[in-house]
């Protein structure tokens, strides 16, 4: 890729990248308030402000450090956790459980989003190749950060899931694995295990699920 084509992947992916991450945490701050947590609104994080969510380091450096170090092959990064007291939740097990599932759920409607934007493109013949990249990109960003952010293991979302349909005491088991969650998942995604065992069935079955939704509207 000439340094043409990266400056115009840079362009049309940021804000769907933005988006992306900015809407993800946002939605975990209003399922939170929802369920009874009001931390994340104290601390002005219910905002769909990238600033407020965005990590200079994992958001901007890591992702961009990888990409050059890997050719585009493997781009890792996140952004600023939204606070949430479990405590202060009704249900502190079962809402947990809820307000992790809303960050992947706001990937899908993002995507299904994004999907039918190029679809509509196509069905109209605006075949322009910046909006086509843009609705790619957002579509393909999205169907991804919801499938990692599903892999059962804290400290990512499909960890929490995990933890609140268990019994508490294998619960409390797997809430001890996330000192070292991070480091896990890394591994994993470094000897592709994780990419051929985790994120290409989910990322197939999201994509199916996008078609199958948007298909009686775009034949």
Known sequence: MDINQLIQVIAAGALPVLFAITVHEAAHGYAARHFGDHT???MGRLTLNPLKHIDL???VLMPLLLYFATSGAFVFGYARPVPVIARN???PKTDMAWVALAGPASNFVMALLW????????AGSVMEPFLVL???????TNVALLA????????????RV???ALPPQAALTLARVEPFGFFIVMGLILMDVLDWLWMRPIMGATYWLIEMLLSPFFR
Do not use: K, V
Request: no cysteine.
């Open 115 to 122: 999907a039918a934007m190029l679809l509509g493109l196509r």
């Open 57 to 59: 380091f994992g958001t």
């Open 134 to 140: 843009m609705a790619q990109i957002g579509m393909t």
């Open 162 to 164: 995990l933890a609140g």
């Open 89 to 91: 939740l009704r249900n």
């Open 40 to 42: 994340a609104a104290m």
């Open 148 to 159: 990692l952010n599903l892999f059962p293991l804290p400290p990512l979302d499909g960890g």
